[in-house]
Protein backbone atom coordinates (compact mmCIF):
# COMPACT_ATOMS: atom_id res chain seq x y z
CA UNK A 1 0.00 0.00 0.00
CA UNK A 2 1.26 3.57 -0.69
CA UNK A 3 0.90 6.31 1.58
CA UNK A 4 1.95 10.15 0.93
CA UNK A 5 3.26 11.67 3.75
CA UNK A 6 3.29 15.85 3.71
CA UNK A 7 6.12 16.83 5.34
CA UNK A 8 4.97 19.91 6.77
CA UNK A 9 5.27 22.69 9.60
CA UNK A 10 7.21 25.61 10.23
CA UNK A 11 10.07 26.45 8.10
CA UNK A 12 12.54 23.35 7.99
CA UNK A 13 16.67 22.99 6.77
CA UNK A 14 17.14 20.23 3.76
CA UNK A 15 19.12 18.64 6.31
CA UNK A 16 15.86 19.03 8.61
CA UNK A 17 13.82 17.42 5.73
CA UNK A 18 16.06 14.53 4.59
CA UNK A 19 15.95 13.17 8.25
CA UNK A 20 11.95 13.78 8.53
CA UNK A 21 12.05 11.47 5.12
CA UNK A 22 14.31 8.64 6.46
CA UNK A 23 12.72 8.54 9.94
CA UNK A 24 9.36 8.33 8.51
CA UNK A 25 10.65 5.42 5.95
CA UNK A 26 9.58 7.64 2.75
CA UNK A 27 10.19 5.26 -0.14
CA UNK A 28 10.52 8.59 -2.45
CA UNK A 29 11.20 12.63 -1.75
CA UNK A 30 9.54 15.11 -3.59
CA UNK A 31 10.16 18.38 -2.88
CA UNK A 32 7.82 20.92 -4.64
CA UNK A 33 9.46 24.94 -4.63
CA UNK A 34 9.00 27.76 -6.77
CA UNK A 35 11.40 30.01 -8.34
CA UNK A 36 12.53 33.93 -8.04
CA UNK A 37 14.95 35.19 -9.66
CA UNK A 38 13.19 38.73 -11.19
CA UNK A 39 10.24 40.13 -12.87
CA UNK A 40 11.55 38.31 -16.35
CA UNK A 41 12.64 34.87 -15.24
CA UNK A 42 10.75 32.40 -16.67
CA UNK A 43 10.25 28.41 -17.36
CA UNK A 44 9.97 25.02 -14.53
CA UNK A 45 12.29 22.37 -14.21
CA UNK A 46 13.03 18.99 -12.25
CA UNK A 47 15.81 18.29 -10.54
CA UNK A 48 17.02 14.41 -10.19
CA UNK A 49 19.16 12.85 -7.09
CA UNK A 50 22.79 12.25 -9.21
CA UNK A 51 23.12 8.91 -10.41
CA UNK A 52 19.79 7.22 -8.89
CA UNK A 53 17.95 5.75 -11.84
CA UNK A 54 14.91 5.86 -10.27
CA UNK A 55 14.73 9.24 -9.73
CA UNK A 56 15.32 10.23 -13.42
CA UNK A 57 12.60 7.99 -14.20
CA UNK A 58 10.43 9.90 -11.92
CA UNK A 59 11.69 13.06 -12.71
CA UNK A 60 11.22 12.38 -16.50
CA UNK A 61 7.51 11.18 -15.98
CA UNK A 62 7.11 14.78 -14.08
CA UNK A 63 8.36 16.75 -16.85
CA UNK A 64 5.97 14.79 -19.60
CA UNK A 65 3.15 15.44 -17.45
CA UNK A 66 4.21 19.16 -16.76
CA UNK A 67 4.41 19.55 -20.60
CA UNK A 68 0.55 18.98 -20.69
CA UNK A 69 0.29 22.62 -18.55
CA UNK A 70 1.71 24.24 -21.89
CA UNK A 71 3.79 25.92 -19.38
CA UNK A 72 7.55 27.14 -20.42
CA UNK A 73 10.37 24.88 -19.82
CA UNK A 74 13.65 26.73 -18.18
CA UNK A 75 16.54 26.50 -20.76
CA UNK A 76 16.83 23.67 -23.17
CA UNK A 77 17.13 20.79 -20.63
CA UNK A 78 13.93 20.22 -18.21
CA UNK A 79 15.22 17.45 -16.29
CA UNK A 80 18.54 18.31 -14.65
CA UNK A 81 20.85 15.75 -12.42
CA UNK A 82 20.89 17.74 -9.02
CA UNK A 83 25.26 17.25 -8.75
CA UNK A 84 27.42 18.75 -6.35
CA UNK A 85 27.79 22.82 -6.77
CA UNK A 86 24.38 23.74 -7.94
CA UNK A 87 21.57 25.31 -6.15
CA UNK A 88 19.70 21.78 -6.19
CA UNK A 89 22.52 19.82 -5.00
CA UNK A 90 21.19 19.76 -1.49
CA UNK A 91 18.70 16.53 -2.75
CA UNK A 92 21.57 14.24 -3.51
CA UNK A 93 21.43 13.68 0.52
CA UNK A 94 18.36 11.91 0.71
CA UNK A 95 18.74 8.42 1.46
CA UNK A 96 16.01 7.37 -1.49
CA UNK A 97 15.17 8.32 -4.61
CA UNK A 98 14.51 11.91 -4.48
CA UNK A 99 12.97 15.54 -7.34
CA UNK A 100 12.86 18.29 -6.98
CA UNK A 101 10.01 19.92 -8.64
CA UNK A 102 10.20 23.99 -9.36
CA UNK A 103 7.74 24.82 -12.00
CA UNK A 104 7.35 28.73 -12.79
CA UNK A 105 9.05 31.85 -11.57
CA UNK A 106 6.87 33.30 -8.76
CA UNK A 107 8.49 36.47 -9.25
CA UNK A 108 7.60 37.03 -12.98
CA UNK A 109 4.19 38.09 -13.23
CA UNK A 110 3.06 37.45 -16.60
CA UNK A 111 0.68 34.69 -17.63
CA UNK A 112 2.81 31.89 -17.81
CA UNK A 113 4.78 32.30 -14.78
CA UNK A 114 2.94 33.71 -11.32
CA UNK A 115 -0.15 35.05 -13.17
CA UNK A 116 -0.72 31.51 -14.22
CA UNK A 117 -1.53 29.84 -10.87
CA UNK A 118 -3.69 32.73 -10.11
CA UNK A 119 -6.22 31.78 -12.94
CA UNK A 120 -9.11 29.19 -11.68
CA UNK A 121 -8.69 27.30 -14.56
CA UNK A 122 -5.04 26.49 -14.74
CA UNK A 123 -5.97 25.41 -11.25
CA UNK A 124 -8.66 23.18 -11.88
CA UNK A 125 -6.49 21.83 -15.31
CA UNK A 126 -3.21 21.23 -13.08
CA UNK A 127 -5.33 19.23 -10.50
CA UNK A 128 -6.64 17.05 -13.13
CA UNK A 129 -3.32 16.54 -14.97
CA UNK A 130 -1.16 17.10 -11.61
CA UNK A 131 2.34 15.07 -11.95
CA UNK A 132 1.56 13.16 -8.59
CA UNK A 133 -1.17 11.39 -9.71
CA UNK A 134 1.00 8.11 -9.43
CA UNK A 135 -1.41 6.00 -11.62
CA UNK A 136 -1.03 8.70 -14.50
CA UNK A 137 2.79 8.47 -14.52
CA UNK A 138 2.98 4.51 -14.73
CA UNK A 139 4.88 4.57 -11.52
CA UNK A 140 4.15 1.45 -10.76
CA UNK A 141 6.46 0.56 -13.09
CA UNK A 142 9.22 1.58 -10.75
CA UNK A 143 10.31 -0.99 -8.41
CA UNK A 144 10.47 1.02 -5.28
Not at 2 to 22: E, F, H, M, P, S
Not at 116 to 127: E, G, K, Q, T, V
Amino acid sequence: MRKITWLTGDYANVNDRQNQAAARGCAVTVDFHFNGNGADAKGGEVWYKPGNARAKMLGQAIVDAYSDLELPFHGNEPLKEAVPGNRASFIRHYEKPAVLIEPLFVTNPSANQAGWIHDADNCRRSRKRSPLRWRRLRLTRIRW
